[in-house]
């Protein structure tokens, strides 16, 4: 297996790795929900889950082009929306920066901090992401040399070209480079394929989501947090531990 001195390189998921991802928008939706009650009241009054859910059905439906472009649903889907309450439409984009302003407010796992200071000194570590979070504005951006989005980049994990565009970004080959995220295919086989390492971060409080047997025999065992992965990285990649 590898010697983790000859990496060079982290690519880290953002989403359920370093924060659940799932109280943030919950909090990111209710700011937004006040927003427009103040701004776009009959969009407010119309704004139900349904609602929502039909409209990015349709989006995808007519553009599945931006399928994998999360801030354009959201934009588009609030225009929408708002044409069909009889709201003003050009208030989706000061909408849509409410609402991703708030997306940013994380609370990071408690091991992500003490962690990536001690990578950031042997690393070069950068940030991959399908989602909308922008790491320079979530207060763990001094950690990152740069970051690779999907809405940014055109695709999204786990199509390859996500990975190398963070191996170029972060300066070295991809065999140089170990990819570390919470989701077996998006995220540790997709990085295998593309030529990376892989870990595969499965926090016991999201573990639900993913069974241990998720990978088949193609990814090593899970790690319950970043302090083991830590840990394991003084060692042969897939030695025991």
Same mark, same amino acid.
Request: hydrophobic residues 45%; negative net charge.
């Given at each position: 297996?590898?010697?983790? #001195? ?5 690519? +880290? ?7 659940? =991802? ?21 969009? /407010? ?13 349709? +989006? ?5 082009? %931006? ?20 709201? #003003? ?25 003490? =962690? ?9 570590? @950068?940030? @991959? ?18 970051? @690779? ?22 300066? =070295? ?5 170990? %990819? @570390?995220?919470?989701?077996?295919? &998006?995220? =540790?086989?997709?990085? !295998? #394929?593309?030529?990376?390492? /892989? ?9 639900? !989501? ?15 947090? &970043? ?15």
């Amino acid at each position: 297996m590898t010697d983790p #001195d000859a990496l060079r390189a982290i690519t +880290l998921d953002l989403d359920d790795t370093l924060w659940p =991802v799932g109280p943030t928008l919950v909090a990111a939706e209710s700011v937004l929900a006040e927003w427009l009650r103040t701004h776009a009241p009959r969009t /407010a009054a119309a704004t139900t889950p349904q609602a929502r859910a039909a409209i990015r059905q349709a +989006l995808l439906a007519e553009r599945p082009e %931006h399928a994998h472009d999360m801030s354009f649903l959201r934009r588009e889907g609030l225009r929408r929306a708002m044409l069909a309450a009889g709201d #003003d439409p050009a208030l989706a984009e000061p909408a849509f920066e409410v609402f991703l302003d708030a997306r940013q407010r994380v609370e990071p796992f408690d091991d992500v901090v003490p =962690v990536l200071s001690r990578w950031a000194r042997r690393f070069r570590i @950068v940030a @991959v992401t399908n989602g909308n979070a922008d790491v320079g504005r979530t207060g763990l951006g001094a950690f990152f040399v740069g970051a @690779v989005s999907a809405h940014e980049l055109g695709c999204a994990k786990p199509d390859p070209r996500m990975f190398h565009a963070a191996c170029r970004v972060a300066g =070295v080959e991809p065999a140089q480079v170990l %990819h @570390v995220g919470d989701d077996p295919h &998006l995220d =540790v086989l997709a990085a !295998r #394929d593309a030529g990376l390492h /892989a870990a595969w971060l499965r926090r016991p409080a999201l573990a639900h !989501r993913h069974p241990p047997d998720a990978c088949g025999d193609r990814a090593p065992a899970p790690f319950e947090d &970043l302090h083991a992965l830590d840990a394991a990285l003084s060692r042969p990649l897939g030695a025991p531990r």
